[in-house]
């Protein structure tokens, strides 16, 4: 079974401080290794009043740059490797609005089934887990439907027998979304010219698999 977790940073609504939506995953066969090795990071090198909560964040402003840095350092030791897609938000098109209402769960489904194309072909059973985020205009279920339907109906290599499935999970629960949230943070902060932004990415850039693929670009 292959795991892949994903997560995004930034909102489908432009700010002075956010041009950029970025979603980011990771891929593992063996969730639990991932997932103890970076609990026992946090609690060891997190100051007292961080490192027994249950989610410690990337953007989380009491963070010091040089524990930011190292996190990401240890991150990079994990042995995995990233993927993303990203989009300014002033790009997305007219067809995820309606009514002058941002259509965002077909939008964050759209941004999905982009990121994982960048898999093919899948060779084994997947489980892909996505953090938990208001899915406006589209149920859970249909969610979860469409993505499956997606991975079958555009031939990703699943072979005979294999199975793929969606887990919507809390980020406070599931320790690998919060290393996802980790990698897009910091290249979210790069790619908004953010203070740090080019030593976070420098550090991210050493596990990706490939170059982020920019979505809706003009």
């Given at each position: 079974m292959l795991y892949i977790f994903i997560d995004e940073s930034g909102q489908?609504?432009?700010t002075?401080?956010?041009?950029?939506?970025?979603m980011a995953c990771f891929e593992v066969t063996e969730?639990?290794?991932t997932r103890k090795h970076f609990r026992a990071?946090?609690?060891s090198k997190f100051p007292k009043r961080l490192r027994f909560q249950s989610e410690i964040k990337f953007s989380d402003s009491s963070i010091s740059y040089p524990l930011r840095l190292q996190t990401l350092h240890f991150i990079a030791k994990l042995g995995i490797k990233v993927r993303y897609v990203y989009f300014k938000i002033e790009n997305i098109p007219h067809e995820f609005w309606r009514k002058e209402k941002l259509e965002s769960g077909f939008l964050y489904l759209y941004t999905i089934t982009n990121l994982l194309d960048r898999y093919v072909p899948f060779n084994c059973s997947i489980s892909i887990i996505c953090d938990q985020r208001n899915l406006r205009g589209i149920s859970?279920?249909?969610?979860?439907?469409?993505?499956?339907?997606?991975?079958?109906s555009t031939n990703l290599g699943l072979n005979m027998g294999s199975n793929a499935e969606v887990r919507i999970e809390n980020s406070m629960v599931e320790t690998n979304?919060?290393?996802?949230?980790w990698i897009v943070g910091a290249i979210a902060r790069f790619l908004n010219n953010k203070p740090f932004g080019v030593e976070c990415f420098e550090i991210?850039?050493?596990i990706l698999a490939?170059?982020?693929i920019e979505l809706f670009r003009k």
């Open positions: 489908f609504v432009k002075t401080h956010e041009r950029y939506f970025v969730p639990r290794k990071w946090c609690k859970v279920s249909q969610f979860k439907h469409s993505l499956i339907e997606h991975i079958f979304i919060q290393i996802v949230d991210i850039e050493s490939e170059p982020g």
